[in-house]
């Protein structure tokens, strides 16, 4: 097929040989099936911040780290430098991530690199060697879906004692390969520490899952394991090979003082959301 055009600079320096195909075209970004010497990868081409939701993303890069203090601050105004820092580390965090995961032994796509702002990595195959299907998108039996679970909250869990949490867990950012899930998509990951929203994030990212493989196996449906997960990880007791006891349940004697606190934060961050709206509307 004709090059595309951000995947030219890579073919002029090498790193890849050939764009062999489209593979798909998501609300971020454009993925491409390409060929690096005998070996088949994939090519992510992140799409401009214009194209994307700026404002939904704040919540995301609470507690994340940035370089420098001045990248921080230019951050906090949504300046244009502020934004064209959040671009960069927006694209940036999905590569670290997808290192960071793969250093820790947990099954993600094998990362190529980074360059010229496309990640290049493994292609995700079914068992005939075809793009791996989304999880989403296939039928499981009882026993699947119990097992897809377990090894689902495993990388849940590797993931956490990582210090991250993925943020947009959904039967559409998981494909499924011959030795089963696999997690994807890593733009939005969450840094577990330094964010307010982390518990909820991970209690929406596992119980996406778990509505989802409840389907097959509506026994996963009665489960508190992301509560569980969490308590652990609070307490400093959470490790990659934790066993969950599986008997979390909630206290409904208590006012749940949890449910307020998020609640104030919430309102917290529509606030914050709105306030860099309008800076942004200023700076423009
Ligand atoms: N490493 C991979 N191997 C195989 N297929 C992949 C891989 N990475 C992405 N894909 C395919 O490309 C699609 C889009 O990728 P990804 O989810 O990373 O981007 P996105 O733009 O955030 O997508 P969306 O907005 O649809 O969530 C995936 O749903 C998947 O089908
Ligand atoms: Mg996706």
Request: net charge neutral.
């Given at each position: 097929m004709k090059t595309p055009e951000p995947l030219q600079a890579l073919i002029e320096d090498g790193l890849i040989d050939e764009v062999l195909r489209p593979l798909k075209s998501g609300k971020e970004a454009s993925v491409y099936v390409v060929r690096a010497g005998d070996e088949v990868r994939c090519a992510k081409v992140y799409k401009d911040m214009a194209q994307r939701s700026f404002k939904q993303r704040v919540q995301y890069e609470e507690g994340r780290k940035l370089r420098g203090s001045r990248e921080s601050r230019a951050v906090g105004r949504a300046s244009k430098y502020g934004r064209r820092q959040q671009e960069a580390a927006w694209k940036n965090t999905e590569v670290d991530a997808l290192y960071q995961l793969r250093d820790a032994g947990l099954r993600v796509p094998q990362p190529h690199g980074y360059f010229h702002g496309v990640l290049v990595m493994e292609l995700v195959t079914d068992a005939e060697g075809f793009s791996a299907p989304r999880l989403g998108e296939v039928e499981l039996d009882a026993d699947q879906a119990r097992a897809f679970h377990a090894i689902l909250l495993r990388q849940v869990i590797g993931m956490l004692c990582c210090g991250l949490i993925h943020g947009d867990l959904s039967p559409y950012n998981v494909l499924v390969g011959p030795e089963g899930p696999v997690i994807i998509d890593f733009p939005q990951v969450v840094s577990a520490a330094g964010n307010n929203a982390a518990r909820r994030m991970l209690l929406r990212d596992v119980n996406a899952l778990t509505a989802f493989l409840g389907r097959s196996a509506p026994e996963l449906l009665d489960t508190w394991y992301a509560e569980e997960i969490w308590e652990l990880f609070e307490r400093g007791?959470?490790?990659?090979d934790t066993e969950l006891a599986g008997d979390w349940r909630p206290d409904e004697r208590e006012v749940d003082l949890d449910s307020v606190r998020e609640a104030i934060n919430d309102a917290r961050e529509v606030a914050l959301i709105r306030q860099q709206g309008r800076e942004e509307a200023e700076a423009d």
């Open positions: 007791e959470l490790r990659p």
